[in-house]
């Protein structure tokens, strides 16, 4: 059974810097490609990035420049690293990893940004 968990998501302020890690179950070697999604209140989830094995990564528009996306093969994790945070960059954030044409999704971890 393939499960993925996310970790380090909290509050932060506008400008401030947060960390999110994703645990696999699997080796990530086998996962062609892992990333990383987010909703918001009341709005649709939307793509923020994603990693190939190769370590190559795309992001979404609206966060190039502020966030990075890598990954540790060794420890099976993928990591969220997210910079200069603005209150609409405010959502729950979730992992996700594509396997043999399956897709996997953890439960999410909320990222706040408050004054």
């Known amino acids: 059974q393939v499960q993925l968990a996310e970790s380090g998501g909290g509050l932060v302020q506008p400008g401030g810097s947060l960390r999110l890690s994703c645990a696999a179950t699997?080796?990530?070697?086998?996962?062609?490609?892992m990333g990383w999604y987010r909703q918001a209140p009341g709005k649709q989830r939307e793509m923020v990035g994603f990693?190939?094995?190769?370590?190559?990564?795309n992001y979404a528009d609206s966060v190039k420049g502020r966030f990075t996306i890598s990954r540790d093969n060794a420890k099976n994790m993928v990591y969220l690293q997210m910079t200069s945070l603005k209150p609409e960059d405010r959502a729950v954030y979730y992992c996700?990893?594509?396997?043999?044409?399956?897709?996997?999704w953890g439960q999410g971890t909320q990222v706040t940004i408050s004054s």
């Open positions: 996700n990893a594509i396997i043999l044409g399956d897709v996997y």
């Open positions: 990693i190939n094995s190769g370590g190559t990564a």
């Open positions: 699997v080796s990530i070697l086998s996962i062609n490609s």
